[in-house]
C-alpha cells in the first residue's frame, strides 16, 4: 500500500524559499503521476505541479516560474521547491499518487488556466502547512 508523508513546511517572509518532501513508501512500480496540491478553502484543492514516469512536468499558471517539483532516482522522494514566495501560496499543501491519466487532466487543467481539484488521484499524504507573512 502506497503511502505519502509531507514534510517541509513552516513561515517565510514573501519573497522567501520553502523545500517540501514528499516520502514515498510502500510503492512496488515506478508511479505513473505524481502531484502537489494545496488546500485553498475547506472544500477546495488547487493543482500545483505535477509529473509523470516520463518526467514530463506541469505547473499551475500562478506558480509557473516560481516553483520547481522533481524527485529522485528511485521515486523515494518527491520535491516541490518553492522560490519568490507570495502570501498567496499560504496553503496547507500535499502530495498525490495517481493513475498516468491524471497527470494529463492535471496538464489540460494547467494549459486552460483552470483549478483542478485532483479528483482523479488515489492516494494522499496528511499535508504540510506553509505560512507567508511579513
Known amino acids: 500500500q502506497v503511502q505519502l508523508v509531507e514534510s517541509g513546511g513552516g513561515s517565510v517572509q514573501p519573497g522567501g524559499s520553502l523545500r517540501l518532501a514528499c516520502s514515498i513508501s510502500g510503492i512496488t512500480e515506478i508511479p505513473r503521476c505524481m502531484a502537489w496540491f494545496r488546500r485553498i478553502s475547506e472544500k477546495e484543492r488547487e493543482g500545483v505541479a505535477a509529473?509523470?514516469?516520463?518526467?514530463?512536468?506541469s505547473y499551475a499558471d500562478s506558480v509557473k516560474g516560481r516553483f520547481a517539483i522533481s524527485h529522485d532516482n528511485a521515486w523515494n522522494t518527491l520535491w516541490l521547491q518553492m522560490n519568490s514566495l507570495k502570501s498567496e501560496d499560504a496553503a496547507m499543501y500535499y502530495c498525490a499518487a495517481g493513475p498516468r491519466a491524471a497527470c494529463r487532466t492535471f496538464e489540460a487543467h494547467a494549459e486552460a488556466r483552470a483549478r483542478y481539484n485532483g479528483k482523479d488521484f488515489h492516494t494522499w499524504g496528511q499535508g504540510t502547512q506553509v505560512t507567508v507573512s511579513s
Open positions: 509529473v509523470d514516469s516520463s518526467g514530463e512536468t
